[in-house]
């Protein structure tokens, strides 16, 4: 397989990012702890292979550490979404912050195990976080991953 490249994202990505937003999200906007988030408008890394964009993140950065917004692999285990992670991370020690950050969903049992085996902690559930969010979003599923109901949010975070 050839070389995985995980580089910042530039104004010439928007259309990519755009796309694979929309791909992944159904648009740009996408909800977590009660806050709409325009992720296109986001600093992003991207993954590329042979320059073809196999994955993306979006973030932002605060005083509270890195938020990672939006983390996607077009193609899974690939090692996609841990080269971004890893890169994320990298990222929020260069910026002096000391934790990353995410949200995620009660039905994305495949990303809570792909987060936890890369040393992110489950710090916080919002029972009915999801049901928040889908007032600001109506067109979050009702039903998520392996047809569990949608329903509550997991904040998770990697100490740095
Ligand atoms: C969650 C997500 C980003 C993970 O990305 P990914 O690219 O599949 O992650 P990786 O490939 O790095 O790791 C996943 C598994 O594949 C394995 N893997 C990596 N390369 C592999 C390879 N060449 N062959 C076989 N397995 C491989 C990894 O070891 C890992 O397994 P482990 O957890 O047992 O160690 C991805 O599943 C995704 O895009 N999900 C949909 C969007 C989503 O839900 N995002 C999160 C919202 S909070």
């Not at 259309?15 to 806050?35: C, K, P, Q």
């Not at 996609?80 to 934790?99: D, K, M």
């Amino acid at each position: 397989m050839t070389e995985l490249v995980v580089r910042t994202g530039t104004g010439d990505d928007r259309d990519v990012i755009v796309r694979t937003l929309a791909d992944s999200w159904g648009g740009t906007i996408v909800v977590a702890h009660g806050r709409a988030y325009d992720a296109a408008e986001l600093p992003a890394l991207l993954a590329l292979r042979d320059d073809r964009l196999v994955g993306l993140l979006t973030y932002e950065v605060t005083d509270d550490g890195l938020e990672v917004v939006t983390i996607d692999a077009t193609r899974p285990r690939a090692g996609v979404g841990t080269a971004l992670l890893a890169a994320a991370a990298e990222l929020a020690r260069a910026s002096g912050v000391t934790r990353l950050w995410l949200v995620t969903t009660n039905d994305n049992l495949n990303a809570l195990r792909f987060y936890q085996r890369r040393g992110l902690r489950i710090v916080g559930v919002t029972p009915g976080g999801v049901d928040t969010a889908r007032r600001l979003k109506p067109s979050i599923p009702r039903i998520g991953e392996y047809g569990i109901p949608l329903r509550d949010e997991l904040t998770l975070e990697l100490r740095l």
